[in-house]
């Protein structure tokens, strides 16, 4: 996967002190994340009593501190990151993104814990519509598979991190 990095966690030099953001968004990414990366899920509490969270959606305006606030998260909770733009999923032949985004969560699930930061989510998954081809489908499909085996899984699934500037225009299955 080209366009991707894995960042150990011992070598994250972003901390929540560097990120520039209101004090009770922190705290409420620290808990989620304490509860279902660190701690592995805690169905006892609060949300995660009734969903499964395994992932959170950043938005804001470029430069807003999206990415640095995503290494915050990894490395307060000493996990792993990988990092992906959309050119290291998007693949010129029919099947290779789909095969990249296994891959992708195959690797996550053995850098556990692991966090998978997407990059400008909107371009990779925009919304579908009845117009749209098999194969231009099937990188959302893939993704929305993946993320449905994290559900049955309990200590190693990695927590998926999405970040865009334009979050009405990610699917409503995504989201």
């Known amino acids: ?64 501190g999206k990415t ?22 998007l693949a010129p032949h029919v099947g290779d993104s789909e095969a990249l985004i296994k891959a992708l969560f195959s690797l996550a699930t053995k850098l556990s814990p692991c966090v998978i930061f997407v990059d400008e989510a909107d371009s990779l998954f925009r919304r579908r519509k009845s117009s749209d081809k098999s194969w231009e489908r099937s990188l959302i499909n893939e993704f929305l598979q993946q993320i449905e085996e994290i559900h049955t899984k309990k200590d190693d699934a990695p927590f998926i991190l999405l970040a865009t500037n334009r979050p009405a225009d990610i699917d409503d299955g995504i989201l």
């Open 68 to 89: 640095h606030l995503a290494q915050a998260v990894a490395r307060d909770s000493q996990a792993n990151m990988i990092a992906i733009n959309p050119s290291a999923i």
């Open 1 to 64: 996967m080209e366009d991707a990095d894995i960042i150990w966690e011992e070598s994250m030099s972003v901390s929540f002190d560097d990120v520039t953001v209101d004090p009770e968004i922190i705290q409420n990414m620290k808990r989620v994340i304490t509860l279902s990366v660190v701690n592995g899920i805690d169905n006892s509490y609060g949300l995660l009593a009734k969903k499964n969270l395994r992932g959170a959606l950043l938005y804001g305006p470029p430069g807003t």
